[in-house]
């Protein structure tokens, strides 16, 4: 049988992190095993419905590169589906409509000190199709107003299986005869849910821990319908990066980092914060999985290849935005010199006016290593094309001025030397030693002369790309400053 994995979202508001680390699982499951994936829209809660937040889930899917196979599929264009399923429960006892008011089930719930379940002994004192006549039934399910429930048997263990936990059993009486049909003729969540596994031929629902304890209740549904259940797996939470409590929008809003993939209203996605989708789905995965190999950098044909649903945690994964970080460094070094500049227009835009595309990419070649966002790209190029904005003032007064001064005057003296890096460096060594001055010194001097600080790209390699009349004015220039 053909794998088949959907990610449903509900668009009740943008896709976070979390939702993202869903989709990629369902995705990976769903390719391993050269499947489907497949992206479901559960939208039947009209009132929760956020206008953009379809969109902002397609965008996020995209700009991460998981294409589905099919969709997207909205639950809210197949109400007919679910009617028919809904009559079929009713004709054979499963279902039942509900007629209580608002107010009756408040009381109800007063009653029992918040305690109340719609159940198999509840459902006997509450108007319902058990309790009024057929005629009255009838004339109830004319006027309208009422809800649908599923029945749960009574006194019976719900065995489920989980595939990351394992066998699961729980006991009917303690499980509730859900809504399965509002009054406004559309299907809840689950109802829909589980018809639409069955009907949509899905073989894994990969969905997050937070729904396992809808999961009896699913399989009570199965059960009624006399359908086989798909494979269940229910990730483990995101935690904040304390490992205490559920990561959400307020505390990486809190810890300073993005939340979304993508922009959503004022708040800046991991890729407007310089994220690449690389990066982002390789740390994601990460999250409540680890390769047997223990490795830490994966593409997603990596994933793919290496991923093995049985790897998958049952505990918590803690959010920790330095790893997120470091490993969007991982890809970002590894990507050709041309595809870094294809990711920043300004990089790209800064170099090209000065270099041919050849020694461009050459230039990236010697910053990659340094780069940790998009961003960084322009900033790491920058000392190629134009000379330091200020200087590391502590560095200067550790070199001290005079220090500076003698190494930059030497320079300037034998610039005939700036055209041939080897020459100049052997040349400085021995003017350090006639003069005390240590070669660290020399070359702390010299990268802050090109630079501006101490950190950078190779220094003889800027001095060869930027060229000899570049580099004595840049010696010039720090004279001056001093
Ligand atoms: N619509 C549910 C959600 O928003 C889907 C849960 C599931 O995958 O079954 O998470």
Redesign the pocket.
């Known amino acids: 049988m053909k794998e088949r994995a959907r990610f ?3 668009p009740t508001g943008p896709l976070h992190i979390g ?1 993202v680390r ?1 989709a990629l699982f369902n995705y990976l499951i769903a390719k391993k095993n050269g499947g489907d994936f497949i992206l479901r829209i ?1 939208d039947t809660d009209a009132k929760r419905t956020v206008l953009g937040a379809e969109d902002h889930i397609k965008d996020s899917l995209k700009w991460l590169g998981l294409k589905f196979d099919e969709g997207p599929i909205k639950q809210s264009e197949r109400k007919s589906l679910y009617k028919n399923c809904v009559e079929e429960l009713i004709k054979k006892g499963l279902a039942y409509y509900a007629f209580d008011s608002a107010a009756e089930l408040e009381s109800a719930r007063k009653e029992s000190n918040g305690e109340f379940k719609y159940n198999y002994e509840t459902r006997k004192s509450m108007i319902n199709s058990f309790t009024v006549s057929e005629e009255e039934i009838k004339n109830r399910v004319e006027r309208g107003g009422y809800v649908i429930r599923m029945v749960v048997p009574e006194k019976e263990t719900i065995t489920v299986n989980d595939e990351i936990r394992g066998s699961l059993s729980f006991n009917s009486n303690e499980i509730e005869d859900k809504v399965i049909m509002k009054s406004d003729g559309m299907p809840t ?1 689950h109802f829909a ?1 589980v018809v639409d596994d069955h009907d949509m031929k899905i073989t894994s ?1 990969v ?2 821990e937070e ?1 396992l304890s809808s999961l009896p209740s699913h399989i009570t549904l199965y059960n009624h319908f006399g359908w086989s259940p798909p494979k269940f797996y229910h990730l483990p939470l995101i935690l904040k990066s304390t490992g205490q409590g559920k990561l959400s929008k307020r505390n990486a809003e809190e810890q300073g980092h993005p939340i979304f993939a993508v922009q959503w209203e004022e708040s800046k996605g991991f890729k407007e914060s310089g994220y690449t989708p690389e990066g982002i789905l390789n740390y994601l995965a990460l999250l409540g999985w680890k390769g047997k190999n223990e490795a830490e950098k994966y593409t997603l044909d990596e994933l793919i290849e290496c991923f093995d649903s049985n790897d998958i945690n049952k505990s918590g994964a803690r959010f920790d935005i330095k790893k997120a970080l470091w490993v969007n460094h991982l890809h970002l070094k590894d990507f050709s010199s041309k595809k870094i500049l294809s990711l920043s227009e300004q990089a790209k835009s800064l170099l090209e006016k000065k270099y041919s595309v050849g020694v461009c990419e050459e230039i990236v070649g010697l910053i990659k290593e340094r780069l940790n966002t998009v961003f960084d790209v322009e900033k790491e190029v920058y000392v190629f094309v134009g000379q330091p904005k200020n200087y590391d003032a502590d560095a200067i007064e550790k070199i001290t001025r005079n220090t500076i001064y003698d190494i930059l005057n030497f320079c300037k003296l034998n610039e005939e030397l700036i055209s041939e890096p080897f020459s100049l460096k052997e040349s400085l060594t021995s003017f350090g030693s006639e003069n005390e001055i240590s070669f660290g010194n020399i070359m702390k001097t010299l990268r802050l002369c090109m630079v501006g600080s101490l950190s950078g790209p190779d220094l003889f390699k800027i001095i060869e790309v930027i060229g000899h009349d570049e580099t004595l004015h840049r010696i010039e220039c720090l004279i001056n400053k001093i």
Do not use: F, L, Q
Request: proline content about 8%; glycine content about 16%; hydrophobic content about 25%.
């Open positions: 449903a979202p509900s939702g869903t559960e969540y849910n629902v969905r997050g729904w």
